[in-house]
């Protein structure tokens, strides 16, 4: 049997950061890398963004092969054993490990049917095969106005094609802007040449004559070539609870990535932790906390004890606009807007008692460290206040 002091089960960015971390922590001890994918690890933010505006495929590899892991790519983990120390794989290899991480981030929600043109778009095999379907003049729907759906979206009409979007919602990226600005975003997208179907979502698809006949809530019927469907992931958490570790919206870890056991870690998409500066539990669907929970976990695995404190921030594209983000973007929050150009360049707060639970920088960068400082402050803040703290 096959053993590494150190075993990662998943190929993301959470297990690249992790990889690199064990190896700069201790130099010698045998690290494993577990994937499902056939790739080794990548980054995902440019398969819908930067690929399509001319960078190389090339640039997404991390390279943790350099990083002296071992990668067992294409193979699926079956289950843990905790008392033996073992991962299985769906060849039934068999593996041992003295600390292990669990870093299987999220599978996209997927539809009730099954047609070969319904693309989910996580992976880069996924880019591949939407990019492709885009060299030609096809009519693609895009499904829900969230973070997935508004970056495809952009995507393919910035290289030229018929996009029609289904957006549930009144307007587009509803659940983290407040109406104005979401508002807003429908006539930009629109302006792009997207035609975008607010408050219409998806009631049937049937495959006809090669192409798809999709239904709308609204009644409506497009056919459509290609559908891509952006309507979130949901945490990878099976083996956890196989193994018997703790499961509440992801896998619950302790200040030290623990997952209820002293060799069990979990980070990354999969993993709920406890966020000192919002005194809240989370699980975070971003970059930032892939790669920053994925190198302490690293730490920790290999003997550190550093608490993960960190407050993430995430971002996005959407044409020519773009933002970041740190803490509670809940739009049901009250919201203070502090424009310098409406819609185009400003600060929202997100604030609840008086006190800031998130902070939109909308076109407003290199803001993210003093974001992050407001909402550790008790507050209470006033709009004034507020105001004085970020330039706009
Ligand atoms: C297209 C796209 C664009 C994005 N853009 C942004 C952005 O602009 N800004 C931002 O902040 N975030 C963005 N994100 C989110 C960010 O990419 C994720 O938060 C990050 O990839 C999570 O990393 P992870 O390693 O935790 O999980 P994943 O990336 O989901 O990786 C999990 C890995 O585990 C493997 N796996 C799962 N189960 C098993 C098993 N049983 N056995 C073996 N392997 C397994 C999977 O195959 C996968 O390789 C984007 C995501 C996507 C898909």
């Known amino acids: 049997m ?15 950061a992790a990889a690199r971390a064990i190896r700069e922590t201790d130099p010698d001890g045998a690290v494993g890398l577990i ?19 001319g960078d190389s495929d090339a640039s997404i590899w991390r390279g943790t092969e350099t990083a002296g892991v071992e990668l067992r790519l294409g193979r699926r983990v079956t289950g843990i054993d905790p008392k033996r120390k073992t991962a299985t794989d769906d060849r039934a290899d068999v593996v041992g490990y003295e600390k292990l991480l669990i870093a299987t981030g999220g599978t996209p929600r997927h539809l009730p049917l099954d047609a070969e043109q319904i693309i989910y778009f996580r992976t880069y095999d996924d880019y591949r095969r939407l990019r492709a379907l885009a060299n030609e003049r096809l009519r693609f729907a895009v499904l829900g106005g969230g973070f997935i759906g508004t970056e495809v979206a952009a995507a393919l009409r910035t290289v030229g094609r018929d996009v029609v979007m289904l957006v549930p919602e009144a307007g587009l990226g509803a659940r983290v802007f407040p109406a104005d600005l979401s508002q807003f975003l429908v006539g930009y997208y629109r302006e792009q040449g997207v035609e975008v179907r607010t408050g219409e979502g998806l009631a049937g698809i049937t495959p006809r004559a090669g192409k798809l006949a999709v239904t709308t809530t609204a009644g409506a019927e497009l056919s459509v070539d290609v559908v891509v469907a952006g309507l979130g992931i ?33 980070a990354g998409d999969v993993a709920n932790f406890f966020n000192p500066a919002l005194g809240t539990r989370i699980r975070v669907e971003h970059e930032d906390n892939a790669n920053t929970m994925g190198r302490h976990a690293g730490r920790n695995m290999a003997g550190a004890a550093v608490p993960y404190h960190h407050l993430p921030f995430f971002y996005s594209d959407l044409f020519a606009l773009g933002y970041e ?14 424009w310098k150009e409406p819609f185009r360049e400003g600060v929202i707060y997100y604030l609840k008692d008086g006190r800031v639970r998130g902070v939109l920088l909308w076109n407003v960068w290199s803001q993210v ?6 909402i550790a402050e008790r507050g209470p803040f006033t ?9 706009a």
């Open 369 to 374: 460290d003093a974001a992050r400082q407001l």
């Open 383 to 391: 709009p004034r206040r507020l105001k004085s703290r970020l330039p």
């Open 2 to 16: 096959t053993s590494y002091r150190y075993l990662i089960i998943g190929g993301g960015m959470t297990a690249d």
């Open 35 to 53: 994937s499902a994918e056939p790739h080794p690890p990548y980054a995902r933010p440019p398969l819908s963004k930067g690929l399509w505006k």
């Open 234 to 266: 949901q945490p990878n958490i099976d083996l956890a609870e196989q193994a018997g570790l703790r499961v509440d919206n992801g896998i619950v870890v302790d200040e030290l990535l623990r997952a209820g056991s002293p060799d069990i870690f979990a």
């Open 325 to 338: 983000a740190v803490g509670d973007l809940d739009p049901r929050l009250e919201t203070l807007a502090d």
